[in-house]
């Protein structure tokens, strides 16, 4: 069974800086891997997918890395913004014919004006 | 912009009742999938649907659990004796034919007292 990690839980940051968010999975079998932001009881909005042979993603601000072999995808955030304190979702698809995706529980990110 | 529409928004139910939730996928999309959040877990897949069938489903998605596509817009998830576990926010999603990003609703948040 496909285990998702997130760390941080949560990370409080000042205005401007750089954010790290790491995800790790344990079956490295992906099809693909999906962030996703959502905001206090709200919905998931996608931000980004990296197919299981890419390197990385990158839309805007945004900048997201997957090393599949070691089970890992780092989101940076670039210059953060205090509209970017969210939570942050990462989701793993296992394989072609498999459409569920495994999520981990969040990073809870305040960005501090 | 195309986007997942869910109702309500927020359902309160007695314990034992059937609960119906609706979601409007995306119009082009012929993936659908219903998603639960408790309060303070991870997002949890429970089915997807595909060519007016379940293509795949959870160990969460029970005999009390059924999806429907009535009419060429709506998706619908019917519980049909509501528990107290059964509180949580469920998220409807959709994906397109070739495409592999799966699109989020804003939720509906059920609770079963």
């Known amino acids: 069974k496909q285990e998702v990690t997130q760390i941080p839980a949560a990370l409080s940051v000042p205005e401007g800086e750089n954010l790290v968010l790491n995800c790790s999975f344990t079956d490295s079998a992906i099809y693909n891997l999906q962030w996703f932001r959502q905001d206090p009881g709200k919905g998931l909005t996608s931000l980004l997918l990296?197919?299981?042979?890419?390197r990385e993603q990158t839309s805007g601000r945004l900048n997201a890395s997957l090393d599949k072999s070691s089970g890992r995808s780092t989101l940076y955030i670039a210059a953060s913004q205090p509209g970017d304190s969210a939570t942050y979702l990462c989701?793993?698809?296992?394989?072609?014919?498999?459409?569920?995706?495994?999520f981990g529980k969040g990073n809870q990110v305040v960005v501090i004006p | 912009e195309p986007e997942v529409t869910q109702t309500p928004s927020h359902q309160v139910t007695q314990m034992g009742q059937e609960v119906i939730l609706r979601c409007v996928p995306i119009?082009?999309?012929?993936?659908f999938y219903w998603y639960r959040q408790i309060l303070g877990q991870k997002v949890e897949f429970l089915v997807s649907?595909?060519?007016?069938?379940?293509?795949?489903k959870s160990e969460i998605f029970d005999d009390q659990f059924s999806v429907e596509r009535p009419d060429g817009s709506n998706f619908t998830l019917k519980i049909r004796s509501t528990k107290l576990e059964d509180s949580a926010m469920y998220f409807c999603a959709s994906r397109a034919q070739l495409e592999n990003e799966q699109f989020f609703g804003p939720g509906t948040r059920l609770t079963v007292l």
């Open positions: 119009s082009n999309h012929l993936y």
């Open positions: 649907f595909y060519n007016n069938e379940i293509s795949e």
């Open positions: 989701a793993v698809r296992r394989s072609y014919g498999n459409n569920r995706l495994a």
């Open positions: 990296i197919q299981s042979s890419q």
